[in-house]
Protein backbone atom coordinates (compact mmCIF):
# COMPACT_ATOMS: atom_id res chain seq x y z
CA UNK A 1 0.00 0.00 0.00
CA UNK A 2 3.13 2.49 -0.43
CA UNK A 3 2.20 5.88 -1.49
CA UNK A 4 -1.51 5.31 -0.76
CA UNK A 5 -3.47 7.77 1.17
CA UNK A 6 -5.60 5.94 4.09
CA UNK A 7 -8.51 6.89 5.97
CA UNK A 8 -9.23 5.20 8.63
CA UNK A 9 -12.87 5.16 10.31
CA UNK A 10 -13.24 4.86 13.87
CA UNK A 11 -16.51 4.62 15.97
CA UNK A 12 -13.94 4.78 19.26
CA UNK A 13 -11.42 6.74 20.29
CA UNK A 14 -9.50 8.08 23.50
CA UNK A 15 -9.89 9.51 25.93
CA UNK A 16 -12.78 6.50 26.02
CA UNK A 17 -11.11 3.72 26.74
CA UNK A 18 -11.22 0.41 24.85
CA UNK A 19 -9.77 -2.15 22.72
CA UNK A 20 -11.32 -0.72 19.24
CA UNK A 21 -10.08 2.91 20.13
CA UNK A 22 -6.32 1.55 21.57
CA UNK A 23 -5.73 0.04 17.80
CA UNK A 24 -7.27 3.14 16.16
CA UNK A 25 -5.06 5.14 17.90
CA UNK A 26 -2.03 3.45 17.96
CA UNK A 27 -1.68 2.74 14.20
CA UNK A 28 -2.28 6.22 13.34
CA UNK A 29 0.13 7.21 15.70
CA UNK A 30 2.66 4.70 14.27
CA UNK A 31 1.34 5.14 10.75
CA UNK A 32 2.85 9.02 11.13
CA UNK A 33 6.07 8.38 12.02
CA UNK A 34 6.45 6.25 8.99
CA UNK A 35 5.55 8.69 6.89
CA UNK A 36 2.40 6.53 5.93
CA UNK A 37 -0.28 9.36 4.61
CA UNK A 38 -3.37 8.68 7.47
CA UNK A 39 -6.34 10.74 7.87
CA UNK A 40 -8.57 9.62 10.67
CA UNK A 41 -12.26 9.55 11.05
CA UNK A 42 -12.90 9.85 14.82
CA UNK A 43 -15.92 10.83 16.87
CA UNK A 44 -16.37 14.59 18.06
CA UNK A 45 -15.83 14.08 21.86
CA UNK A 46 -12.36 12.64 20.54
CA UNK A 47 -8.86 14.21 21.61
CA UNK A 48 -6.00 14.52 18.93
CA UNK A 49 -3.53 16.93 18.27
CA UNK A 50 -3.86 20.35 17.26
CA UNK A 51 -3.27 20.63 13.26
CA UNK A 52 -3.01 17.06 13.23
CA UNK A 53 -4.45 14.87 10.23
CA UNK A 54 -8.34 14.47 11.70
CA UNK A 55 -12.01 14.97 10.91
CA UNK A 56 -14.44 14.77 13.89
CA UNK A 57 -18.00 13.11 12.77
CA UNK A 58 -20.62 14.48 14.39
CA UNK A 59 -21.43 11.00 15.92
CA UNK A 60 -20.82 10.26 19.86
CA UNK A 61 -19.39 6.76 18.76
CA UNK A 62 -22.80 4.25 19.39
CA UNK A 63 -23.72 1.95 16.17
CA UNK A 64 -27.23 3.38 16.04
CA UNK A 65 -28.89 3.72 12.07
CA UNK A 66 -28.39 7.65 13.04
CA UNK A 67 -24.91 7.53 13.66
CA UNK A 68 -24.06 4.84 10.79
CA UNK A 69 -26.19 7.39 8.48
CA UNK A 70 -23.90 10.25 9.78
CA UNK A 71 -20.54 8.89 8.72
CA UNK A 72 -21.83 7.29 4.92
CA UNK A 73 -23.01 10.93 4.76
CA UNK A 74 -19.81 12.58 5.87
CA UNK A 75 -18.40 9.85 3.33
CA UNK A 76 -20.62 10.56 0.09
CA UNK A 77 -19.77 14.64 0.58
CA UNK A 78 -15.77 13.70 0.44
CA UNK A 79 -15.77 10.41 -2.10
CA UNK A 80 -15.77 12.99 -5.31
CA UNK A 81 -12.25 14.54 -3.67
CA UNK A 82 -10.93 11.33 -2.54
CA UNK A 83 -7.69 10.75 -4.71
CA UNK A 84 -7.49 7.24 -6.63
CA UNK A 85 -5.34 6.11 -4.36
CA UNK A 86 -7.35 5.73 -1.03
CA UNK A 87 -7.72 2.99 1.13
CA UNK A 88 -10.41 3.01 3.34
CA UNK A 89 -10.07 1.48 6.98
CA UNK A 90 -13.21 -0.05 8.30
CA UNK A 91 -10.91 -0.15 11.85
CA UNK A 92 -13.89 -1.02 14.13
CA UNK A 93 -17.39 -2.41 14.54
CA UNK A 94 -18.99 1.08 14.82
CA UNK A 95 -17.29 2.10 11.16
CA UNK A 96 -17.70 -1.31 9.59
CA UNK A 97 -21.76 -1.29 10.66
CA UNK A 98 -22.10 1.76 8.93
CA UNK A 99 -20.92 0.25 4.90
CA UNK A 100 -22.66 -2.98 6.07
CA UNK A 101 -26.30 -1.17 6.34
CA UNK A 102 -25.71 1.70 3.41
CA UNK A 103 -22.43 0.69 1.31
CA UNK A 104 -24.69 -0.43 -1.64
CA UNK A 105 -25.77 2.45 -2.17
CA UNK A 106 -22.42 3.34 -4.11
CA UNK A 107 -21.82 2.08 -7.49
CA UNK A 108 -18.10 1.94 -6.36
CA UNK A 109 -15.90 2.13 -3.24
CA UNK A 110 -12.18 2.59 -2.81
CA UNK A 111 -9.96 -0.57 -2.13
CA UNK A 112 -11.52 -1.56 1.34
CA UNK A 113 -9.70 -2.72 4.47
CA UNK A 114 -11.29 -4.11 7.40
CA UNK A 115 -10.33 -5.09 11.07
CA UNK A 116 -12.16 -7.63 13.00
CA UNK A 117 -12.18 -7.37 16.65
CA UNK A 118 -14.41 -10.25 17.16
CA UNK A 119 -18.32 -8.83 18.29
CA UNK A 120 -18.79 -8.38 15.08
CA UNK A 121 -19.22 -12.05 14.41
CA UNK A 122 -21.65 -12.18 16.38
CA UNK A 123 -23.34 -8.74 16.28
CA UNK A 124 -23.96 -8.87 12.56
CA UNK A 125 -24.80 -12.08 11.83
CA UNK A 126 -28.26 -12.49 14.01
CA UNK A 127 -29.95 -10.90 10.95
CA UNK A 128 -29.96 -12.68 7.96
CA UNK A 129 -30.01 -9.22 5.99
CA UNK A 130 -27.50 -8.18 7.86
CA UNK A 131 -25.27 -11.20 7.53
CA UNK A 132 -25.72 -10.91 3.45
CA UNK A 133 -24.39 -7.30 3.41
CA UNK A 134 -21.85 -8.39 5.81
CA UNK A 135 -20.46 -11.21 3.67
CA UNK A 136 -21.12 -9.04 0.30
CA UNK A 137 -18.71 -6.84 2.12
CA UNK A 138 -16.31 -8.97 2.83
CA UNK A 139 -16.02 -10.25 -1.06
CA UNK A 140 -15.08 -6.90 -1.85
CA UNK A 141 -12.49 -6.20 0.58
CA UNK A 142 -8.57 -6.41 -0.37
CA UNK A 143 -7.23 -6.68 3.53
CA UNK A 144 -9.19 -8.56 6.37
CA UNK A 145 -6.89 -7.76 9.53
CA UNK A 146 -7.94 -9.97 12.58
CA UNK A 147 -6.03 -10.22 15.73
CA UNK A 148 -6.70 -13.56 16.62
CA UNK A 149 -6.44 -17.54 15.67
CA UNK A 150 -9.84 -16.96 16.77
CA UNK A 151 -10.92 -14.58 15.14
CA UNK A 152 -9.29 -15.70 11.42
CA UNK A 153 -11.42 -19.09 12.20
CA UNK A 154 -14.49 -17.21 12.61
CA UNK A 155 -14.32 -15.09 9.06
CA UNK A 156 -13.05 -18.07 7.31
CA UNK A 157 -16.45 -20.41 8.57
CA UNK A 158 -18.61 -17.18 8.21
CA UNK A 159 -17.78 -16.07 4.33
CA UNK A 160 -15.99 -19.11 3.00
CA UNK A 161 -13.53 -18.24 0.26
CA UNK A 162 -11.51 -15.07 1.55
CA UNK A 163 -9.19 -17.10 3.11
CA UNK A 164 -6.25 -15.53 1.25
CA UNK A 165 -6.86 -12.29 1.86
CA UNK A 166 -7.07 -12.07 6.04
CA UNK A 167 -3.96 -11.18 7.56
CA UNK A 168 -3.33 -12.19 10.97
CA UNK A 169 -1.66 -9.86 13.55
CA UNK A 170 -1.71 -9.81 16.73
CA UNK A 171 -1.48 -6.32 18.89
CA UNK A 172 0.38 -4.67 21.25
CA UNK A 173 0.64 -2.90 24.70
CA UNK A 174 -0.90 0.12 24.10
CA UNK A 175 2.42 2.72 24.28
CA UNK A 176 0.63 5.03 26.99
CA UNK A 177 0.16 2.79 29.40
CA UNK A 178 3.36 0.53 28.88
CA UNK A 179 5.40 -1.04 31.25
CA UNK A 180 8.81 0.30 30.87
CA UNK A 181 11.90 -2.18 29.74
CA UNK A 182 14.07 -2.61 32.45
CA UNK A 183 14.05 -5.47 34.67
CA UNK A 184 12.56 -4.17 37.68
CA UNK A 185 11.39 -7.35 40.05
CA UNK A 186 8.73 -6.75 41.95
CA UNK A 187 9.74 -7.74 45.52
CA UNK A 188 7.85 -10.01 47.97
CA UNK A 189 5.32 -8.36 49.82
CA UNK A 190 2.89 -9.51 52.79
CA UNK A 191 -0.06 -7.93 50.86
CA UNK A 192 -0.83 -8.98 47.39
CA UNK A 193 -2.69 -6.42 45.36
CA UNK A 194 -4.70 -8.40 42.36
CA UNK A 195 -6.04 -6.00 39.88
CA UNK A 196 -8.91 -6.14 37.50
CA UNK A 197 -8.78 -3.41 34.45
CA UNK A 198 -12.06 -3.37 31.99
CA UNK A 199 -15.39 -1.76 32.21
CA UNK A 200 -17.79 -2.79 34.81
CA UNK A 201 -19.52 -5.17 32.81
CA UNK A 202 -21.17 -8.78 32.83
CA UNK A 203 -18.84 -9.60 30.05
CA UNK A 204 -15.94 -8.78 31.96
CA UNK A 205 -16.68 -11.30 34.30
CA UNK A 206 -15.38 -9.33 38.12
CA UNK A 207 -18.51 -10.86 39.79
CA UNK A 208 -16.68 -14.23 38.87
CA UNK A 209 -13.33 -12.94 40.30
CA UNK A 210 -14.97 -11.85 43.63
CA UNK A 211 -16.61 -14.86 44.04
CA UNK A 212 -13.42 -16.50 43.44
CA UNK A 213 -11.60 -14.36 46.10
CA UNK A 214 -14.62 -14.97 48.36
CA UNK A 215 -14.40 -19.03 47.73
CA UNK A 216 -10.31 -18.76 49.17
CA UNK A 217 -8.88 -19.95 52.50
CA UNK A 218 -9.71 -17.18 55.10
CA UNK A 219 -5.99 -17.18 55.44
CA UNK A 220 -4.62 -16.02 52.17
CA UNK A 221 -7.72 -13.24 51.87
CA UNK A 222 -6.34 -11.14 54.50
CA UNK A 223 -3.03 -11.42 52.73
CA UNK A 224 -5.14 -9.96 49.53
CA UNK A 225 -6.20 -6.59 48.22
CA UNK A 226 -8.48 -6.24 44.76
CA UNK A 227 -8.51 -3.32 42.72
CA UNK A 228 -10.56 -2.99 40.28
CA UNK A 229 -10.34 -0.16 37.14
CA UNK A 230 -12.79 0.76 34.46
CA UNK A 231 -15.93 2.91 33.96
CA UNK A 232 -19.49 1.71 35.42
CA UNK A 233 -21.39 0.69 32.44
CA UNK A 234 -24.00 -1.51 33.95
CA UNK A 235 -25.25 0.13 37.40
CA UNK A 236 -27.32 -2.75 38.56
CA UNK A 237 -24.51 -5.00 38.01
CA UNK A 238 -22.24 -2.94 39.94
CA UNK A 239 -24.15 -2.86 42.63
CA UNK A 240 -24.63 -6.25 42.90
CA UNK A 241 -20.44 -6.59 42.78
CA UNK A 242 -20.62 -4.23 46.15
CA UNK A 243 -23.08 -6.49 47.80
CA UNK A 244 -20.62 -9.91 46.82
CA UNK A 245 -17.79 -7.53 48.49
CA UNK A 246 -18.24 -8.19 51.82
CA UNK A 247 -17.95 -11.91 51.59
CA UNK A 248 -14.40 -10.95 50.39
CA UNK A 249 -12.86 -9.99 53.81
CA UNK A 250 -10.54 -7.85 52.37
CA UNK A 251 -9.77 -4.53 50.95
CA UNK A 252 -11.52 -3.71 47.39
CA UNK A 253 -11.26 -0.52 45.87
CA UNK A 254 -13.00 0.49 42.30
CA UNK A 255 -11.36 3.47 41.35
CA UNK A 256 -13.47 4.26 38.23
CA UNK A 257 -11.59 5.23 34.82
CA UNK A 258 -8.06 6.64 35.53
CA UNK A 259 -6.23 8.41 33.26
CA UNK A 260 -3.12 7.06 31.59
CA UNK A 261 -0.11 8.03 34.01
CA UNK A 262 -2.78 7.19 37.15
CA UNK A 263 -3.45 3.69 35.30
CA UNK A 264 0.25 3.03 34.95
CA UNK A 265 1.05 3.67 38.51
CA UNK A 266 -1.60 0.71 39.36
CA UNK A 267 -0.40 -1.47 37.02
CA UNK A 268 3.13 -0.88 38.38
CA UNK A 269 1.59 -1.52 42.46
CA UNK A 270 -0.12 -5.00 41.31
CA UNK A 271 0.94 -8.06 41.82
CA UNK A 272 -1.46 -10.27 39.55
CA UNK A 273 -3.69 -9.19 36.84
CA UNK A 274 -6.64 -11.16 36.54
CA UNK A 275 -9.51 -10.72 34.03
CA UNK A 276 -12.25 -13.36 33.45
CA UNK A 277 -13.71 -12.56 31.01
CA UNK A 278 -17.06 -14.55 30.13
CA UNK A 279 -18.73 -14.61 26.31
CA UNK A 280 -22.11 -13.31 26.07
CA UNK A 281 -24.98 -13.56 23.75
CA UNK A 282 -23.68 -10.24 21.70
CA UNK A 283 -19.75 -10.14 22.43
CA UNK A 284 -17.13 -11.59 23.39
CA UNK A 285 -13.24 -10.95 23.92
CA UNK A 286 -11.60 -10.87 20.51
CA UNK A 287 -8.16 -10.62 21.47
CA UNK A 288 -7.47 -8.38 24.40
CA UNK A 289 -5.20 -5.44 24.56
CA UNK A 290 -5.38 -5.21 28.57
CA UNK A 291 -3.79 -8.58 28.81
CA UNK A 292 -0.83 -7.00 26.71
CA UNK A 293 -0.70 -3.72 29.11
CA UNK A 294 -0.56 -6.06 32.33
CA UNK A 295 1.99 -8.50 30.68
CA UNK A 296 3.90 -5.32 29.83
CA UNK A 297 4.26 -4.20 33.24
CA UNK A 298 5.25 -8.14 34.28
CA UNK A 299 2.59 -9.45 36.12
CA UNK A 300 1.26 -12.42 35.50
CA UNK A 301 -2.02 -13.07 33.97
CA UNK A 302 -5.12 -14.95 35.03
CA UNK A 303 -8.11 -15.69 32.61
CA UNK A 304 -10.41 -17.63 30.66
CA UNK A 305 -9.94 -19.36 28.34
CA UNK A 306 -11.82 -17.52 25.86
CA UNK A 307 -12.27 -16.09 22.42
CA UNK A 308 -8.91 -14.57 21.29
CA UNK A 309 -7.57 -14.29 24.68
CA UNK A 310 -5.45 -17.23 23.92
CA UNK A 311 -3.67 -15.05 21.44
CA UNK A 312 -2.82 -12.19 23.80
CA UNK A 313 -1.69 -14.92 27.28
CA UNK A 314 0.55 -18.00 26.55
CA UNK A 315 -0.72 -20.46 28.71
CA UNK A 316 1.25 -21.79 31.63
CA UNK A 317 3.97 -18.93 30.32
CA UNK A 318 2.94 -15.79 30.44
CA UNK A 319 -0.40 -16.69 32.76
CA UNK A 320 -2.67 -18.75 33.91
CA UNK A 321 -6.24 -19.83 31.82
CA UNK A 322 -9.23 -21.41 33.01
CA UNK A 323 -12.46 -22.96 31.77
CA UNK A 324 -14.92 -20.60 31.92
CA UNK A 325 -17.22 -23.13 32.97
CA UNK A 326 -15.79 -24.54 35.35
CA UNK A 327 -15.54 -21.57 38.29
CA UNK A 328 -13.51 -23.71 40.66
CA UNK A 329 -10.44 -23.53 38.15
CA UNK A 330 -10.32 -19.51 38.58
CA UNK A 331 -10.08 -19.66 42.11
CA UNK A 332 -7.54 -22.39 42.20
CA UNK A 333 -5.50 -20.28 39.61
CA UNK A 334 -5.63 -17.73 42.03
CA UNK A 335 -4.34 -19.55 45.03
CA UNK A 336 -1.79 -20.74 42.95
CA UNK A 337 -0.51 -17.28 42.00
CA UNK A 338 -1.29 -16.10 45.50
CA UNK A 339 1.15 -18.65 47.03
CA UNK A 340 3.66 -18.70 44.84
CA UNK A 341 6.11 -16.14 44.44
CA UNK A 342 8.65 -18.13 41.91
CA UNK A 343 5.48 -18.49 39.76
CA UNK A 344 4.07 -14.76 39.60
CA UNK A 345 7.98 -13.79 38.89
CA UNK A 346 8.36 -16.46 36.09
CA UNK A 347 4.78 -15.63 34.54
CA UNK A 348 5.45 -12.45 34.77
CA UNK A 349 9.37 -11.68 33.22
CA UNK A 350 8.20 -13.91 30.46
CA UNK A 351 4.65 -11.58 30.19
CA UNK A 352 7.13 -8.40 29.36
CA UNK A 353 9.10 -10.24 26.87
CA UNK A 354 6.20 -11.54 25.11
CA UNK A 355 4.74 -7.81 25.30
CA UNK A 356 7.69 -6.04 23.85
CA UNK A 357 7.82 -8.42 21.13
CA UNK A 358 5.16 -6.71 19.13
CA UNK A 359 4.92 -3.50 18.16
CA UNK A 360 2.29 -0.72 17.02
CA UNK A 361 4.95 0.10 14.20
CA UNK A 362 6.02 -3.70 12.63
CA UNK A 363 2.07 -3.39 12.78
CA UNK A 364 1.53 -0.84 11.11
CA UNK A 365 4.02 -1.79 8.30
CA UNK A 366 2.43 -4.80 7.83
CA UNK A 367 -1.15 -3.82 7.53
CA UNK A 368 -0.28 -0.21 5.65
CA UNK A 369 2.76 -0.98 3.82
CA UNK A 370 2.12 -4.85 2.37
CA UNK A 371 0.60 -5.43 -0.96
Not at 43 to 69: H, R, T, V
Not at 100 to 117: A, D, Q, S, Y
Not at 135 to 160: A, D, M, R, W
Amino acid sequence: MDNKKIILITNEYPPKRGGAGVYCEELIHSSKELGISIEGWVPKYAKFEKNSNFISLPIKGSQDWICSWRIIKHFKKQQAKMPKNTVLHLAEPGSLRAFIRFGWIFKELPELLITIHGSELIRFCKSPVESFFFQKLLKQTKTIHVLSKFNKEKVETFCPGIKERILLLPGAAARKVKGDLSNKEKAVKTKIKVLCVGRIHPRKGQDLLIEAVCALPADLKKKLECVFVGPIVKKKFFRELQKKVAGTNCKVSFLGELADEELKMVYESADIFALASMPRAKSIEGFGFVYLEASSHGLPILAHRTGGVEDAVKENETGILTDPKIPIELRNGLEKLINDFSLRKRLGNAGKDWANKNSWTEIAQQIYQSD
